[in-house]
């Protein structure tokens, strides 16, 4: 989570090269997922402070790609493997749960919890994952806020905040837990046009300070050319095309 | 009656739906008029501040308010298995989970006796090893209530956890929490409405339940003696007294729909209503006659 100059030091680790992506913090996943009729089949490589766009419409795999790696669904074959940790590997048996993976989420329509004031949706993270005490795990999270310029807004309950903040207060909750790997679902689908506009500047100068990687899930192009430095498109369970 | 809901305005309703429900609102209402109105109101003052009267009110109070405490203990938790968990024989658990909700009180109270009596096959186990003894005591008047009130927790706990956004709870864990913390701190706090509902609906059960008490519990004044057990008991001997006691359980009730706001759960105030007519010596009526 360090700072770094955006565009200079992201684009080193991930230029291709025969080193597997998780040998250097990064995700390495085959992904085989099978519902019925339909199959998820993907290979995705993403490098530490790397981020790639997963891009497709829907019923196209994407958000079960992200359940994989999130751990809210085993893997019926393949591997995944985070920062040379094995998460999933049917033929190993091993399978790391969603709690135990350090795997950032931020999710479609942000899921933040109603009952719990913005600075508690951050420290809930903080306490169960890091196992902070309340107190310790409220300045973290304020300290969170205040870094995405929401800092006022702790003290107020998810109903009572406006699409772009809300979008703010799930990336404090998700990078608040240290995750080595964050996953974004649709970031800006939930959004309106402007809000969309600033959210999406937001995350184009936050995700390039993040050293670990980043997988974006997207429908929209443009969303993947902006935020992404590669896009995965997929269709149908498969992937079919990629660029840089 | 497609033909005329056509050509009728929003406003008026059909004769054939307003006169039955009309019919039905008086009928609902008519009895607690006449507890009102042949309410022995210049001998009131007198009547409920007996000692008797405060020796069941207090029972009555404490013992549902335990029951409605062991059912959150234990309701919740059952809840929450037959609503997230897969094992088989699930279904049928439920269905018998939900059986006194329609089982005669008096049957849920002999059920008990077969069970926990001191006979029983469980009662007599704590007789001998543990000294218990659970008939024809406080606690058997709360085990009793608890029998019969817990249902009414589960059901509704239940159909909040079914009808829940399950992605909170991926959300939690995602973040770290583990299944007993994601229950403890999202998934119970989720369905709060729900749990205050089922506790507010179990506590009114609680408070009239007659048949299953008498039954495993008897009628001993100061240790069992719960109010509608006082108010039949008053009905042989004392109108006046039984009119009395009627009252300030209608009174307690009423405070509870008040305090509950009919907005968190519109749906359960009919079964409140349901309940809180049971300890009136209308509906005791029969269930005396089958005790």
Known sequence: MSAGTPGSTQSDPSKPGPEPASETGGLDARVTVRRGQFVLAVDVQVARGETVAVLGRSGAGKSTLLRTLAGLLPLDEGRITLAGQVLDDPTQHRFVPSERRPVGVVFQDYLLFPHLRARDNVAFGVRARLGQGRRHARERADSWLERFGIGELGDRRPGALSGGQSQRVALARALATEPRLLLLDEPLAALDTTTRGEVRAFLRTVLPTLSAPVLIVTHDPTDAEVLADRTIAFEGGHVVDTAA | ?291
């Open chain 2, 1 to 291: 009656m497609g033909r005329t809901a056509r050509r009728e305005t929003r406003r008026r309703a059909p004769w054939a739906l307003w006169v039955p429900g009309a019919v039905a609102a008086l009928f609902l209402l008519l009895p607690l008029v006449g507890l009102l109105v042949r309410a022995p109101w210049s001998g009131l003052p007198d009547l409920i501040t007996k000692h008797s009267v405060r020796e069941a009110l207090l029972l009555s109070l404490e013992t549902a308010t335990a029951a409605t405490a062991l059912s959150l203990v234990f309701g919740i938790p059952l809840a929450w298995l037959l609503a997230r968990t897969r094992f088989p024989g699930r279904s049928l658990l439920r269905a018998l989970v939900t059986l006194p909700l329609v089982l005669p009180p008096v049957v849920g109270g002999v059920a008990l006796l077969l069970a926990l009596g001191r006979r029983g096959i469980v009662g007599q186990r704590l007789d001998d090893w543990f000294g218990i003894t659970l008939p024809f005591t406080t606690a058997g008047v709360v085990i009793a209530q608890t029998f019969v009130a817990m249902p009414f927790l589960v059901v509704s706990v239940e159909g909040a956890l079914n009808s829940a956004d399950r992605r909170f709870e991926d959300a939690a864990a995602t973040l770290g929490a583990g299944p007993w913390t994601t229950f403890r701190r999202v998934t119970v706090p989720l369905v709060a409405p729900a749990v205050a509902a089922g506790a507010a609906l179990c506590w009114a059960r609680a408070l009239g339940e007659f048949g299953a008490t008498i039954t495993f519990a008897g009628n001993f004044p100061g240790t069992t003696t719960t109010m509608p057990l006082a108010v039949y008991l008053a009905l042989e001997t004392d109108t006046d007294a039984a009119i009395a006691l009627s009252l300030v359980l209608l009174a307690v009730c009423v405070a509870v729909l008040v305090a509950l706001r009919a907005r968190w759960f519109p749906g359960a105030r009919r079964l409140l209503r349901g309940r809180a007519s049971r300890p009136t010596p209308v509906a005791v009526g029969p269930e005396g006659g089958l005790g």
